[in-house]
């Protein structure tokens, strides 16, 4: 009998800490890694190119930057959901994006999914923090979603065959759409379902991001149904080139045969069935395969380059073998979105299990036979026909069936929009009783027009910044806080000039003045006045520190937890006021500012990095050297920066020491 149950799950982690308070007004700060160069663009198919270029964000509104992680672990307990039948056990993280943590076959004791023994946030996910391993679910843009370490709805559910079914569910805030993920384990079956849809329940037309990342050993081949791919690598390039071999002799299909980063977007046929392996040498490993809509197929490898390396040892502990990823999903690359009509959705069902492949043929050279021999055994295994049926069974029977016993609960964001909207969305309750204290003033203006300020002293709340939102700001009573949160849902919809109009008389009447500052230092910024950026970024800092060595705090809570928070506000400012200063060649202001930080502060890494910066433009280098010589951390470090290698080479000619290298295109 196929059971579903809550377990828990003790790994080494590093606390997520607080997200930063200050919105997130610019565009995503890893775009870069994932952007195209205009003379690709041009020469890609139409179509792509539509794709490509359809609804970047102009920023990350209204999710907020997850950046308060740390890198010191300790022994933790997360809150697991367990699927098990007599053949699979699925271990799946509701607290942390619904990540499948372990797909472990039972007969062969095989764990079929590369999973990380510990739980370290990283820079890698749109808005901050995400972690490697597994199976995750990414939906709204180019990248790892924001939701990657955030809590899920969680609830059994029949499945199609009767048997218990986990839904995992939430409203997806960058694009204002709310999605379903389903898993279950049919009985007796070596496979794992996995049922999605996403719903545009708005009148207009949604751009759609969706992938879903699984992460394998890297000692694989993986293996495809193409002969062609589209590489992208972080040069800013997009080039379709040969699989397996890209013209260099090169069997590319291997991930260890790739020096550096890099993504492989398999070019399948439109006739062919969708699947992806990963093999062992002895030929057993995973694979994946889904209905139609799930177009795009995908390898990502790390590289064995020095920076692809320290990049897998940052994710988890020292001595884990590395990692590759095989990824599905609803366009041909990554670099594109769909548009999904008002009122329409996208669903379609993957599976997940064993497979056992000839190694001489599998692993061999000749592609084509390689290829058709994973075919032949996927078709026996688990045929297309009954993947297709099951998606019937499941859309038809299933996907709309309400949740019985809830297991974990997720934001209340979606309830709040499904009560602002009149929504109606069977299968995926997002109930009142999830309204938190984020969701409460939201919930006031909606219900008498006005947007209740916070209590005196309080920081801002999260922000809101859809249109409707945004129209009924416009019509409530003006004062600081609503102005602030005006000015936000303006700039989100392009409207900057009037964002800061609207910052500016917030200004004017406000006694707690370093939010409404920071904005119009980012739109000063934007715009291209570094000075007066500067100036209010500088000033925006001082407003906040004087009020809290004044005694006049701002109220982020009582207890430990908002000393945390009301912390953050302070680093935050800081680091963003010292940032500009440097830019604009004032490193004693620099200096003095940094210097009134607290001492924990300063001692984390992004500040000794900062404090590197402010000796190199104070002209010592011989103390900067020093400070790359004790070591250090930025444990909110982007995926792609280089700023410690160019640093360094401001410093010396000697190689780059392997704990700063973390470069992942070629010199």
């Not at 759409?177 to 379902?193: I, T």
């Not at 993986?222 to 390039?237: E, F, I, R, S, T």
């Not at 009301?566 to 604009?584: F, I, M, N, T, Y």
């Amino acid at each position: 009998m196929t059971t579903v149950r809550r377990a828990v799950l003790t790994l080494p982690a590093a606390p997520l800490g607080p997200d930063n308070p200050l919105p997130a007004l610019r565009a995503p700060a890893g775009a870069g890694a994932h952007a195209v160069d205009a003379r690709t663009l041009a020469g890609l198919p139409r179509d792509m190119a539509r794709g490509i270029g359809r609804a970047p964000l102009r920023s990350l509104l209204p999710a907020p930057v997850r950046d308060g992680y740390g890198r010191e672990r300790t022994p933790t307990d997360i809150d697991t959901i367990v699927i098990e039948n007599d053949r699979l056990r699925v271990t799946v993280l509701p607290g942390l994006g619904g990540r499948i943590h372990s797909l472990l076959h039972k007969p062969t004791g095989r764990e079929l999914l590369y999973r990380n023994p510990v739980f370290q946030p990283a820079a890698f996910a749109l808005n901050g923090a995400w972690f490697s391993g597994g199976i995750e679910w990414n939906i709204g843009a180019t990248g790892h979603t924001t939701l990657s370490c955030s809590p899920l709805h969680a609830a059994t559910v029949r499945a199609p065959d009767g048997g218990p079914m986990l839904r995992l569910w939430e409203w997806e805030r960058l694009r204002d759409l709310p999605f379903q993920v389903d898993l279950w384990l049919p009985e007796g079956s070596d496979f794992l379902y996995v049922g999605v849809r996403i719903r545009n329940p708005h009148e207009r037309v949604a751009p759609v991001y969706w992938w879903s990342n699984t992460a394998v050993p890297e000692d694989r081949r993986v293996l495809a149904p193409a002969d062609a791919a589209w590489q992208h690598g972080y040069d800013g390039g997009l080039h379709r080139v040969s699989v397996p071999s890209t013209g260099d002799g090169v069997d590319r299909t291997y991930p260890l045969n790739s020096p550096h980063a890099a993504d492989w977007f398999y070019d399948l046929p439109e006739e062919r069935r969708r699947w992806i392996a990963a093999l062992a040498p002895d030929g057993s490993g995973l694979v994946q395969t889904s209905t139609g809509p799930l177009r795009g197929r995908k390898l990502f490898v790390w590289g064995t380059g020095r920076g692809g390396r320290r990049w897998q040892e940052w994710l988890t502990e020292p001595g884990t073998p590395g990692y590759a990823e095989i990824q599905a999903g609803l366009a041909r690359t990554q670099l594109e979105h769909l548009e999904l009509a008002g009122g329409e959705e996208f669903s379609w069902l993957e599976a997940y299990g064993p497979l056992a492949a000839d190694p001489a043929t599998a692993l061999g050279d000749d592609w084509a036979a390689a290829r058709a021999d994973v075919e032949q055994r996927l078709a026996v295994a688990l045929p297309g026909a009954a993947v297709d049926a099951a998606h019937t069974a499941w859309r038809e029977g299933a996907a709309d069936t309400a949740p019985e016993e809830v297991l974990a609960v997720g934001s209340g964001w979606g309830a709040l929009e499904v009560l602002r909207g009149e929504l109606e969305l069977p299968g995926t309750p997002f109930s009142e009783s999830t309204l938190g204290p984020e969701q409460r003033p939201w919930r006031e203006l909606l219900r008498t027009g006005v947007l209740p300020p916070p209590s005196p002293g309080a920081a801002p709340g999260a922000p809101l910044v859809a249109a409707p939102w945004r129209d009924m700001l416009e019509t409530a009573r003006a004062d600081p806080s609503t102005e602030y949160h005006l000015g936000i849902a303006q700039w989100h919809a392009g409207d900057r000039a009037q964002a800061v109009r609207s910052w500016e008389r917030g200004l004017k009447q406000a006694k707690e003045r370093w939010p409404l500052l920071h904005c119009l230092a980012v739109a000063d910024e934007e715009d291209g006045h570094p000075e007066r950026a500067t100036d209010r970024f500088v000033e925006a800092f001082e407003d906040y520190t004087e009020r809290a060595e004044s005694g006049g705090r701002t109220d982020f809570g009582e207890g430990p937890g908002g000393e945390v928070r009301a912390a953050a506000v302070g680093a935050a400012l800081g680091r963003e006021a010292v940032v500009a200063l440097l830019a604009d060649g004032r490193a004693d202001r620099a200096r003095k500012l940094w210097s009134r930080l607290p001492e924990g502060v300063r001692g984390s890494g992004a500040f000794r990095l900062l404090e590197i910066r402010i000796l190199l433009a104070e002209g010592g280098a011989e103390a900067a050297r020093a400070v790359f010589d004790e070591g250090f951390e930025v444990a909110d470090l982007r995926e792609g920066a280089e700023i410690l290698g160019e640093l360094w080479a401001r410093l010396t000619d000697e190689p780059l020491p392997d704990a700063y290298e973390f470069r992942m295109r070629p010199s």
